[in-house]
């Protein structure tokens, strides 16, 4: 039983397309909910956190739907920049603790 | 600036070995984890340490071990009875009283031959 899963594609993009990514969870007692970037033998790096009611950085977009407990990413007018690797990270909270759970996460290539 | 560091970028041991990677943080942060990645898989948490003196295993716990004498430091040992430790060690830290944000160090590559 996978927690956070993702499609681990690649998705290969032309520059200028919008491309979205879904992530789902199985913990209905998660919390937090972030969108991590991950560069090729690099540590991950804080994209952006994901809250209740949607928000937005740029050209990205992040989504939460609780009732079919997934998050998504939009990425606008794609660039050959974003091309990465996009984890999803979940988080229990019990007790105080702070425990993450990662995605193993999805490629993004974009190609001039 | 603050931040985390990780030393040594890249470590190769043979195997049987016991084996410790350092990480430290200038962050005053309270929570620390320790991370393994293999490729193309996501990240997969070893432990995890809310504050000083305090840890707790992750998923994959078996075959290492960690101490968290003070709140800067968190080293990892890789022992001889981690069947399959080469691999990408993350270690990363957390600020629970606020956005929970973790901040990674740049990890250590362990080759064991």
């Known amino acids: 039983r996978k927690e956070v899963e993702q499609d681990p594609g690649p998705f290969n993009v032309p520059e200028g397309a919008t491309v979205a990514f879904n992530c789902t969870y199985s913990n209905s007692a998660s919390q937090s909910f972030f969108w991590y970037r991950q560069d090729c033998r690099k540590e991950p790096k804080l994209l952006m956190s994901v809250y209740s009611s949607g928000n937005e950085d740029g050209r990205f977009t992040a989504q939460l739907n609780r009732a079919s407990q997934y998050i998504s990413l939009l990425i606008r007018d794609s660039k050959l920049s974003d091309s990465a690797t996009y984890l999803c990270?979940?988080?229990?909270?019990?007790?105080?603790?702070?425990?993450?759970?990662f995605g193993r996460g999805t490629s993004l290539i974009v190609h001039p | 600036d603050g931040g985390i560091t990780q030393s040594p970028k890249y470590l190769f041991r043979k195997e049987g070995q016991n084996v410790t990677l350092s990480c430290e943080q200038n962050?005053?942060?309270?929570?620390m984890y320790w991370y393994r990645q293999d490729p193309g898989q996501g990240l997969r948490l070893i432990y995890y340490s809310q504050i000083v003196n305090d840890f707790q295993k992750g998923d994959i716990a078996e075959g290492y071990s960690v101490s968290r004498e003070k709140k800067e430091s968190f080293p990892l040992t890789v022992t001889s009875a981690q069947k399959n430790p080469t691999a990408f060690y993350l270690c990363a830290s957390t600020d629970r009283g606020s956005s929970y944000e973790q901040y990674f160090g740049p990890g250590t590559r362990l080759t064991v031959t």
């Open positions: 990270v979940v988080n229990i909270e019990p007790g105080g603790s702070y425990i993450p759970t």
């Open positions: 962050l005053n942060h309270d929570a």
